[in-house]
């Protein structure tokens, strides 16, 4: 038998990776360069077309004037050489069948080439046709350059990773009849769905992933705001920075080699969310012998809570992370009561290994990587887990992300595209500007102090922000007196990070300060920010996207439901619009609640310590967010909101088998 499954294993992994080979092409990243002698630079655009025609969402600003436009974390390269300008525009690791220029006011073109790791392509410009009348578009490729055609050996390799976890998948489902005992394939279908109660397990999973696709239909192919799109394009274009952890472009890369659309990442977090909620409430009810009845409404709330409905088809790294912070939680929880019941988790080489990656995957938040010693202390701690696992847990991922920082990093060339002073900005950045406007403010220099601040922003610019837990101004630059802190100098960058760690000492009760504004706000009172959704809307009239804005590539927003899309964007809006006690935000969006929840369950340590343990989690990674949260945004917290959910059926069932007892 063991023979039948590797070769069952083997089959599906020699399919997946000629299907994944076969569908993917292999295009090396490439960079068109536009020289211009004369003309209207500020309307020219370059649009291209990988597939699906030349379309608004697919084109990117030929020049740059006045100001540096941000772009993948680095801006558009534009200089000028003499009469010429030169703009260097990075294309998508796509086919790339064509090229346009358009012009609103004419442009004169003087080359355009190609480059990539196989060298230069010049591409022929008739001298007749160089020139581009106002109003018209000139077609300048018909067809990718060959020499940027090339087997891709990073997504050789991932393609080759993929093929191995379906095979590993197919392995495993081939065992299941021999692993759960069963005479044959009839018997072992009916013992997975129907015995030992699981029916209701796959009740509730099929009514909480119905209820929740729903949204996915309304929101189609998902939310994102511009950071998560950041990933999405890293993904497309194979160029990483890590000012968001990049192991969310990596994950984005290769999902995309399964189903290239946000939707199917908005359907992961779906099935991932489903089937995580749906086996809690089945395990308390299966265990606790608790009825259906006293866990409904807390079912009912997460089933139609409307920021895990929204959540559940936004795209933000956020999202995987509460899903993750719920089932380490709840892992926690689950070996705690099993132990106490006499049948402990028993944890195998195989199984450390396997949740590994679910570990380093906290790691999507820099702010999260002390969990990765942290999370298997706590099992070790409780005695969940035998001590000789735990470090096992702790070294096999600390090493893998050992491995990621110090070897994924340079081969991708990551570590050419990260700037710690500016990734460091969104922890610190806020409660310096909060230090530095304020009139308690302490400095044996302040005059000099306030000079080095100045050459970031104005603190006549700072004190006329309406909310200064706005981070645009880390951007773009605002003629108003704001400079983009990523177009700062690296000598200012450094001076204002120093500026920063020699006045925090003697002004801590000014961060501080800052710190507990922005944790309170983000619990859902007042101030809070709300994203926006980045994918350009289709038209009324056709594919044109209502947003003209000239991004790279970006997946058109087109709900598969325009009523469901209607009902769902007036229940968020509804809803997150603050207005006191008995407004929407106050009951579908305060985390105060739960919070509270966790704190008095960690305080009952003595009669529920696996409650408490669950809460425990949670709130140490609260403490390491109060340190290090950018801004009052909801989803930073949102895992906060998904454990408020669970806590009181987990409490129920620890009361009740203790009880029992």
């Given at each position: ?46 649009f291209w077309d990988s597939g699906k025609g030349f379309s608004e969402y697919e084109k990117a600003p030929l020049f740059v004037t006045g100001r540096k436009i941000m772009r993948f974390g680095e801006p558009l390269l534009t200089r000028t050489e003499g009469v010429l300008t030169v703009s260097r525009i990075p294309l998508p690791q796509l086919p790339i069948r064509a090229l346009k220029i358009e012009a ?558």
């Amino acid at each position: 038998m063991r023979k039948t499954n590797l070769t069952i294993a083997l089959s599906v992994f020699v399919l997946s990776f000629a299907c994944f080979f076969l569908k993917n092409h292999y295009y090396l990243p490439s960079t068109a360069e536009i020289i211009v002698g004369s003309g209207n630079r500020e309307e020219a655009f370059l649009f291209w077309d990988s597939g699906k025609g030349f379309s608004e969402y697919e084109k990117a600003p030929l020049f740059v004037t006045g100001r540096k436009i941000m772009r993948f974390g680095e801006p558009l390269l534009t200089r000028t050489e003499g009469v010429l300008t030169v703009s260097r525009i990075p294309l998508p690791q796509l086919p790339i069948r064509a090229l346009k220029i358009e012009a609103a006011d004419g442009l004169k073109l003087e080359s355009l080439a190609m480059e990539s790791a196989n060298g230069r392509v010049d591409l022929p410009l008739q001298r007749a046709r160089t020139g581009i009348d106002k109003g018209r578009e000139m077609v300048v490729l018909d067809g990718i350059p060959a020499s940027t055609v090339h087997l891709h050996p990073l997504l050789f390799t991932v393609h080759l990773l993929l093929a191995l976890i379906f095979g590993y998948l197919a392995y495993e489902l081939a065992g299941v009849r021999e692993r759960f005992n069963q005479p044959d394939w009839r018997s072992t279908l009916a013992f997975i769905f129907f015995r030992d109660g699981h029916w209701l397990f796959w009740d509730l999973f099929t009514v909480s992933f119905c209820v929740f696709s729903l949204w996915l239909l309304g929101q189609w192919p998902g939310v994102t705001d511009q950071d998560a799109l950041w990933n999405w394009q890293q993904s497309i274009y194979l160029d990483f920075h890590n000012y968001q952890p990049f192991i969310y472009s990596l994950f984005f890369l290769f999902a995309r080699q399964v189903w290239d659309s946000p939707a199917f990442i908005a359907l992961l977090q779906i099935t991932a969310m489903s089937a995580l909620g749906s086996y809690i409430f089945y395990f308390v009810m299966k265990y606790g012998r608790v009825r259906f009845i006293c866990i409904l409404p807390f079912y009912a709330a997460f089933l139609l809570s409307i920021p895990v409905g929204y959540f559940n088809v936004t795209i933000l790294k956020d999202v995987p992370f509460a899903i993750l912070m719920i089932f380490w939680a709840f892992l926690l929880y689950y070996a705690g009561y099993r132990k106490m019941i006499g049948k402990p988790v028993i944890f195998t080489l195989k199984g450390i290994v396997l949740l590994s990656p679910a570990l380093v995957f906290c790691t999507l938040r820099h702010s999260a990587t002390p969990h990765l010693i942290v999370i298997p202390l706590l099992f070790a701690l409780s005695k969940g887990m035998p001590v000789k696992r735990a470090i096992q847990l702790a070294a096999t991922s600390i090493a893998i992300v050992f491995v990621a920082l110090h070897g994924v990093v340079n081969v991708l060339c990551v570590q050419e595209k990260v700037d710690y002073r500016y990734g460091a900005l969104t922890a610190y950045g806020n409660p310096l500007i909060a230090m530095v406007t304020n009139k308690y403010f302490w400095s044996p220099n302040p005059k000099e102090d306030i000079a080095i601040f100045e050459k970031w922003m104005t603190l006549d610019y700072v004190k006329a922000m309406q909310d200064k837990s706005d981070v645009d101004f880390w951007w773009s630059d605002d003629d108003t007196g704001g400079l983009a802190f990523c177009n700062l100098p690296k000598k200012e960058k450094d001076d204002i990070f120093r500026l920063y760690l020699r006045r925090m000492p003697d002004n801590l009760p000014l961060i501080l300060a800052e710190r507990v504004q922005t944790f309170v706000t983000n619990l859902g009172f007042y101030g809070q920010q709300r994203h926006w959704n980045v994918f350009p809307s289709r038209g009324a009239y056709g594919d044109e996207p209502t947003d003209k804005r000239g991004s790279a590539y970006c997946p058109l927003y087109s709900p598969k439901s325009a009523w469901l899309n209607k009902i769902q964007n007036k229940l968020v809006d509804k809803s997150w619009d603050y207005r006191g006690i008995r407004g929407g935000r106050f009951i579908f969006w305060n985390m105060s609640v739960p919070l509270v929840l966790l704190i008095v369950a960690f305080l009952l340590n003595r009669w529920l310590p696996l409650s408490a343990l669950f809460s425990l989690l949670i709130l140490l990674d609260l403490f390491f967010l109060f340190a290090a949260m950018p801004s009052a945004q909801y989803r930073y917290m949102y895992f906060l909101h998904l454990a408020g959910f669970f806590i009181i059926p987990l409490a129920i069932l620890e009361i009740a088998s203790r009880t029992k007892r």
